[in-house]
Antibody, heavy 120, light 107 residues
Framework: QVQLVESGGGVVQPGRSLRLSCAAS????????MHWVRQAPDKGLEWVAF????????FYADSVKGRFTISRDDSKNRLYLQMSSLRSDDTAVYYC?????????????WGQGTLLTVSS | DIQMTQSPSSLSASVGDRVTITCRAS??????LNWYRQKPGKAPEILLY???ILQRGVPSRFSGGGSGTDFTLTISSLQPEDFATYYC?????????FGPGTKVDLK
């Protein structure tokens, strides 16, 4: 079955960097676009970033553009989110999600999330 | 960017009730609208895509409609596992955007 397992969250000071990882299994990872979505405590969902199935194009939310970079390693079935210049409002649970058979921009499978807390 | 709104922001209902949630886009998104359910403490799960197509494995009590800017999610007979928060999301163009959510709780 499809599994997406995020890791790399934790507590980090404002201004620092961190990389999140998402391990994918149970599907042909290299055939699907991938996303990061976050959810601040007791808030709604916020889409963060997208990478195409072949890594040839990426999109970002305005709130993270220039600070976050999404990437993928198909040889390892892994998705990454490199985050820099972290701010307190980046505190959230970060989910990785895969697109599906019906298009790149809907989120068919989700991981369980990893919590990032940005605090001094 | 395309802004998404939802109404109501919350509602109280009983098991067996029929519930309808509305989602509105700030511009025409054709039928590129998806619905998700998020149970407390869990990741979201997709219910419908392209406004009205039921994701495989999702019960038929869920249905969706609309096109252009106005959309609905209907649960025909609310079940205990449906007490959750529901989000719409436009998949018309990036940046992808979610609605603020509708929380369905027990009356």
């Amino acid at each position: 079955q499809v599994q997406l397992v995020e890791s790399g969250g934790g507590v980090v000071q404002p201004g620092r960097s961190l990389r999140l990882s998402c391990a994918a299994s149970g599907f042909s990872f290299s055939n699907f676009a991938m996303h990061w979505v976050r959810q601040a405590p007791d808030k709604g969902l916020e889409w963060v970033a997208f990478i195409s199935y072949d890594g040839s194009y990426e999109f970002y939310a305005d709130s993270v553009k220039g600070r976050f970079t999404i990437s993928r390693d198909d040889s390892k079935n892994r998705l990454y989110l490199q985050m820099s210049s972290l701010r307190s409002d980046d505190t959230a649970v970060y989910y990785c999600a895969s697109s599906g058979d019906y298009g790149d921009y809907y989120l068919e499978y989700w991981g369980q999330g990893t919590l990032l807390t940005v605090s001094s | 960017d395309i802004q998404m709104t939802q109404s109501p922001s919350s509602l109280s209902a009983s098991v067996g009730d029929r519930v309808t949630i509305t989602c509105r886009a700030s511009q025409n998104i054709n039928s590129y609208l998806n619905w998700y359910r998020q149970k407390p403490g869990k990741a979201p799960e997709i219910l419908l895509y392209e406004a009205s197509i039921l994701q495989r494995g999702v019960p038929s009590r869920f249905s969706g409609g609309g096109s252009g800017t106005d959309f609905t999610l209907t649960i025909s007979s609310l079940q205990p596992e449906d007490f959750a928060t529901y989000y719409c999301q436009q998949s018309y163009s990036p940046p992808l955007t979610f609605g603020p959510g509708t929380k369905v709780d027990l009356k």
